[in-house]
């Protein structure tokens, strides 16, 4: 007796090679990742590996999108492969798509500073840049006014701490927060300011953005100033400004700029009340 074969639809060839290129987008994204912080190329080739693994995560998400429509209409095979495609692709552009909607927003500024007239100077930092790199020469009142506009609270640290205790807690929150540190001018007397340069990374590629604190004795306390700067872009979605706003905060509280409270109120002794005589010792009446 002959056995019938139920005739199955062949696999959807879009879908398949949607989740072919989602899935050859992860290993470029790392290798993205792991050139920029190696530090061995220019960010030009890390950031056109990058970019390329996102061309591939979003051409996957369109491929499966597209297979979509045929498995519907022909009930073909692949509808996993055309799921694990998107959702791979959707994880890769979940972060750009974030940050576009943030670059939309904010102003195109890579350098933040609590004093735009008298900003921080970079000594050592100027050494370190490529000709690529962005300049260390602030870019003046057009970006001061931008600052202004989008990140009105970024101010300078006036605190009643001494120079030397301001310098002690800028140096460790950056200790903490394990940036390079690159050139120290600790507080001496008869200077006027003293510095601290710094290296911080970007969490995920790990671009390197360059902070300076200059703190200057005002009477008994002192001003601590803050820049951050992207050395490479024109646009840094935020982050200097919120680097310039913790900094400020961590060495606020490091340095006790806290208001003192209240003097305490004395301890009121309170008074024993005097013991009854006993009938022993009462005085005899006659």
Do not use: C
Not at 53 to 71: D, E, K, N, R
Not at 243 to 262: H, S, T
Request: proline share 8%.
């Amino acid at each position: 007796m002959p056995v019938r074969r139920i005739a199955v639809e062949p696999a959807s060839r879009l879908a398949i090679w949607a989740r072919r290129l989602a899935a050859f987008s992860l290993p470029v994204v790392a290798l993205a990742i792991v050139i920029e912080r190696a530090g061995v190329l220019e960010i030009i080739p890390g950031l056109a590996t990058f970019a390329a693994a996102l061309a591939m995560a979003l051409i996957a998400v369109l491929l499966a999108l597209a297979s979509l429509v045929g498995i519907w209409q022909h009930g073909k095979e692949g509808l996993g492969a055309a799921m694990t495609a998107i959702a791979i692709g959707i994880a890769m552009l979940a972060y750009p798509s974030y940050l576009a909607v943030k670059a939309y927003r904010l102003p195109m500024i890579a350098d933040i500073t609590t004093d735009p007239i008298d900003p921080p100077r970079f000594d050592t930092v100027g050494r370190l840049r490529t000709r690529l790199a962005n300049s260390v020469v602030y870019a003046g009142l057009y970006a001061a006014e931008q600052q202004k506009s989008a990140y009105p609270d970024i101010a300078p640290l006036d605190t009643d701490a001494s120079a030397q205790s301001a310098y002690d807690a800028a140096m460790t929150v950056i200790a903490k927060r394990r940036w390079q540190v690159i050139n120290t001018r600790p507080p001496q007397p008869g200077r006027r300011e003293a510095y601290i340069e710094a290296v911080a990374r970007t969490p995920i590629m790990g671009f390197r953005d360059d902070i300076v604190v200059r703190i200057r004795p005002v009477g008994q306390g002192a001003r601590v100033d803050v820049r951050s700067a992207s050395r490479y872009g024109h646009h840094d979605f935020g982050t200097n400004a919120a680097r310039v706003r913790v900094l400020i905060n961590d060495i606020d509280d490091l340095a006790g700029n806290e208001k003192p409270e209240g003097p305490a109120r004395p301890v009121q002794k309170v008074k024993q009340p005097q013991a009854k005589p006993t009938q022993a010792n009462q005085p005899k009446t006659r």
